[in-house]
C-alpha cells in the first residue's frame, strides 16, 4: 500500500525482487495475538541465525584486501622474474657462443688432424709404391759380381732408416691423438678440450633447465584459469553482493524486532533476543529506544505479508552468500598458488642466475682449453709435417735412384756403342797403313831401278806405325746388358719424362 512506509522499504523481497509472491496468504480475522506472536518469535530466531553470516562477509573483507596485497606481490615478483630471466636468456646466448667457438676449435683440430693423416696415408703410399718397385727391379747379372746370388734394387736401400723416420711419424701420431682425448702427462691441472667442451655444454643445459623448467604456462588444476588481473574485481564484486545481501538480512531482523514490538507482548520478547546482539549489526529499531509509532492494523497486515514473503526466502539468502564466500575462497586459493607459483620460479630464477655466476667463473678454463689445444696442436702438426717431408724426400731419393738405375743401363749402352766404335777407327787405321805398305813396294818396283839411290834418302822408307794400345785395361771392361734390357730401361726413362 502506497501509505504504509513498509511497502517501500520492503517491496522487493530479500533478493530485491519487483516481483511479489505468487498468492498472498489472506489473514484470518480470527488469528488470535498468541499465534501471530509465536509467527514472530520464529521469523525473528531464523532471522537472526541468519545474521550469524556476517562472520562470511567480514572473511569476503579479509580475501579482498589479502588479494590485493598478493596481487601487488605477485605483480612485482613477476617483473623481477621476467627481468632476470631475460638476463639469464641473454647470457646464455653469450654462454652458447663462446661454446661453439671452443667446439669450433676441437672440430677444426680434428679435422685438421683427419687431413693431416690422409696426406700422410698418401705420402707413405708413395714411399711403399716406390719401394715395391725397387723390390721388383732385379739388378742385371752383368753388374753383380760373380757367383753372387742375383738382387734387386732394394737390397740398397736403408731399411733402417726408412723405420725409424716412419717410427717417428707414428709416435707424433700418436701423441697427437692422445693430445686429442686425454691430458698430455704432466699437466694435472688442465682437462683434455674434448672434457671441458662437454662440462661447457652440461653447464649451460643445467641453467637453461632450471630457467625452462617451471617456466612454462601455469597448469591449473582446479579449473579456474583466470588471468590474475581479473581476479581483484571478480573479489570486489562478490564482497560487495554478500554485503548487500547481509543489508538485506539485517533489515528482515529490524522488521522483525519492529512487528513484534507492535504486537502485544512482543515488546519483551524482542528485547530479550537482542540483547546478544553482535556489535557489529546496527538495527534502526535500537534508534526509537521504547517510543513506538502507533500503526494501523491495514499497516501492520502489510508488514507481516512482507515479514512471511522475506522469511520463506532467508535459507536461500543465507545459502547465496555462503556459496559466493566458497567461490571466493576457491578463486582466492588459485591466486595464493599463483603467487606461490611465481615465488619459486623467481627462487628458480635466482638460482640460475648464481649457477651463471658460477659458470663464469669457469669460462676463462673453457677458453684456456681451446688456446692450449691449438697451440699444442700446431706444436705436434709442425713435426708431423716435418716428418711427412722427410717422408716425401725420401721418396724422391729413391724415385731418382730408379730413374739413375735405368740411366746408368742406357748408359752401358752408350758406352759400349761408343767402345765399339773406337774399335772399329783403330782396325780402320791399320787397315788403310797395310794398303800404304803395298802401295810403297809397287812403286819400289815399278820406278826404283830408274832411280839413284841418293836422289831422296827416305824413299825406300817404311810407312810410319802408329800403335793404339789402351791405358787402362779395366776402363774397356763394359758390362754385356742384353739389348732388350736396355730398351726397357729406355721406355722407363722416357715415360719420367
Known amino acids: 500500500m502506497s501509505d504504509s512506509p513498509y511497502s517501500h522499504t520492503q517491496e522487493g523481497g530479500l ?43 567480514w572473511r569476503a573483507n579479509e580475501i579482498v584486501n589479502s588479494a590485493r596485497e598478493a596481487l601487488t606481490e605477485a605483480v612485482i615478483i613477476q617483473a623481477r622474474s621476467d627481468f632476470l630471466k631475460q638476463a639469464i636468456v641473454e647470457q646464455l646466448r653469450v654462454l652458447t657462443a663462446v661454446k661453439n667457438g671452443v667446439e669450433q676449435v676441437a ?56 723405420e725409424k723416420l716412419k717410427a717417428g711419424i707414428r709416435a707424433s701420431i700418436d701423441l697427437t691423438q692422445f693430445i686429442m682425448v686425454v691430458d698430455p702427462p704432466g699437466q694435472e691441472a688442465h682437462q683434455d678440450l674434448r672434457q671441458a667442451v662437454k662440462e661447457f655444454e652440461h653447464d649451460i643445459q643445467s641453467i637453461r633447465k632450471a630457467v625452462e623448467s617451471k617456466s612454462a604456462v601455469y597448469i591449473d588444476h582446479n579449473g579456474s584459469g583466470a588471468p590474475l588481473a581479473t581476479i581483484v574485481p571478480s573479489l570486489e564484486g562478490q564482497a560487495k553482493e554478500m554485503a ?12 522483525c524486532v519492529t512487528a513484534l514490538k507492535h504486537t502485544e507482548g512482543g515488546g519483551a520478547v524482542a528485547r530479550d533476543v537482542t540483547t546478544d546482539m553482535p556489535m557489529d549489526i546496527h538495527l534502526s529499531s535500537d534508534d526509537q529506544g521504547n517510543s513506538i509509532e502507533p500503526i494501523s492494523d491495514e499497516e ?10 522475506d522469511a520463506a526466502e532467508l535459507e536461500d539468502v543465507v545459502m547465496e552468500i555462503r556459496d559466493r564466500l566458497a567461490e571466493m575462497e576457491t578463486r582466492f586459493d588459485y591466486l595464493i598458488t599463483r603467487l606461490e607459483h611465481l615465488t619459486t620460479v623467481h627462487a628458480d630464477d635466482i638460482a640460475a642466475f648464481h649457477q651463471l655466476e658460477d659458470v663464469g667463473t669457469r669460462l676463462p678454463r673453457y677458453a684456456y682449453h681451446g688456446r692450449d689445444f691449438v697451440g699444442r696442436w700446431e706444436e705436434q702438426k709442425q713435426q708431423i709435417t716435418e716428418r711427412m717431408d722427410e717422408l716425401e724426400s725420401l721418396r724422391d731419393f729413391y724415385d731418382n735412384f730408379l730413374m739413375a738405375y735405368d740411366s746408368m743401363i742406357i748408359e752401358i749402352g752408350r758406352r759400349r756403342d761408343m767402345q765399339n766404335k773406337m774399335e772399329a777407327v783403330a782396325k780402320e787405321a791399320m787397315v788403310k797403313i797395310d ?13 826404283g831401278p830408274y832411280l839413284p839411290s841418293d836422289i831422296w834418302p827416305g824413299l825406300t822408307n817404311t810407312p810410319l806405325r802408329f800403335g793404339i794400345v789402351p791405358v787402362e785395361t779395366d776402363a774397356g771392361n763394359i758390362p754385356d746388358i742384353p739389348r732388350k734390357v736396355l730398351e726397357q730401361a729406355t721406355r722407363r726413362a722416357h715415360r719420367r719424362l
Open 15 to 57: 533478493y530485491g525482487s519487483s516481483e511479489s509472491l505468487e498468492g498472498r496468504d489472506e489473514q484470518d480475522p480470527s488469528t488470535t495475538t498468541t499465534t501471530t506472536l509465536e509467527k514472530l518469535l520464529d521469523y525473528l530466531l531464523a532471522s537472526k541465525r541468519s545474521l550469524s553470516s556476517t562472520n562470511h562477509v
Open 107 to 162: 672440430r677444426q683440430g680434428r679435422d685438421d688432424f683427419e687431413a693431416t693423416l690422409r696426406d700422410l696415408d698418401e705420402a707413405d703410399a708413395r714411399l711403399q709404391a716406390t719401394l715395391d718397385l725397387l723390390k721388383s727391379t732385379l739388378v742385371e747379372a752383368a753388374l753383380s759380381p760373380p757367383q753372387e746370388e742375383q738382387r734387386t734394387l732394394h737390397h740398397f736401400v736403408d731399411e733402417e732408416g726408412v
Open 244 to 255: 548487500e545481501l547481509l543489508e538485506s538480512l539485517a533489515r528482515h531482523f529490524d522488521l
Open 300 to 309: 501492520k497486515q502489510e508488514m507481516l505479508e512482507v515479514l512471511a514473503k
Open 435 to 447: 794398303q800404304d805398305v803395298d802401295a810403297r813396294e809397287a812403286f819400289r818396283q815399278d820406278h
